[in-house]
């Protein structure tokens, strides 16, 4: 996860988030959003005509009764993709990654899952918390997804590596100290 932000969904927030991520990059990228339209100016504004865009908007049937679904979710009747910018892969086009990325932060931090007693009061608390996770996510948690060993030759099947560790930048995932590290992200929204 290369920049991620705590605050609400504003454009000034969207604008915070999407000039770190730039800011990050080393090349031209592609990005889906859903169909939130304060995405549309954020981007125009941060990248310009050097990103490839694409907004996937989802229509969802109307809400049942409260009182017969208590959290389930509403079925999704269709599937808009609106091309914005560039040229997309339609292959990529999906917010199936950062739906799965709000899954593993829901399911990794307590903070974040219905009827819980772990939330936050003070938005400092919640923004440190959010950190560390990311921290963990990107340095240490080992990922079923990263299994070869960087440059073998052979189909041996290799234990999970942490992204740090998958790239040979380090040996081991564990000797990274905080001064190596850039512990402050964004500033959070007020």
């Given amino acids: 996860m290369p920049s991620w932000y705590v605050g609400q969904r504003t454009a000034e927030d969207a604008y915070a988030v999407l000039s770190d991520l730039q800011g990050r990059l080393a090349s031209r990228m592609q990005l889906s959003t859903d169909g939130h339209s304060m995405y549309l100016s954020a981007t125009a504004d941060t990248f310009g005509p050097d990103l490839?865009?694409?907004?996937?908007?989802?229509?969802?049937?109307?809400?049942?009764?409260?009182?017969?679904?208590k959290y389930s979710p509403t079925d999704c009747k269709s599937v808009t993709i609106k091309k914005v910018s560039g040229s997309q892969d339609p292959a990529h086009i999906s917010t199936s990654f950062?739906?799965?990325?709000?899954?593993t932060i829901r399911m990794s931090m307590r903070r974040f899952t219905r009827l819980t007693n772990a939330f936050s009061k003070k938005l400092e608390n919640l923004t440190a918390a959010v950190?560390?996770?990311?921290?963990h996510y990107n340095f240490a948690?080992?990922?079923?997804?990263?299994?070869?060993?960087?440059?073998?030759?052979?189909?041996?099947?290799?234990?999970?590596?942490?992204?740090?560790?998958?790239?040979?930048c380090l040996r081991s995932r564990y000797?990274?100290?905080?001064?190596?590290?850039?512990?402050?992200?964004?500033?959070a929204s007020q």
């Fill in 52 to 69: 490839d865009y694409a907004m996937v908007v989802k229509e969802f049937k109307s809400q049942p009764k409260p009182e017969n679904t």
């Fill in 98 to 103: 950062v739906e799965r990325q709000n899954l």
């Fill in 131 to 135: 950190s560390l996770h990311f921290m």
């Fill in 141 to 168: 948690r080992p990922h079923q997804t990263l299994t070869k060993r960087y440059g073998a030759k052979t189909p041996r099947r290799w234990p999970p590596a942490s992204p740090i560790t998958s790239g040979r």
């Fill in 175 to 187: 000797c990274l100290s905080l001064d190596q590290l850039q512990t402050d992200p964004l500033p």
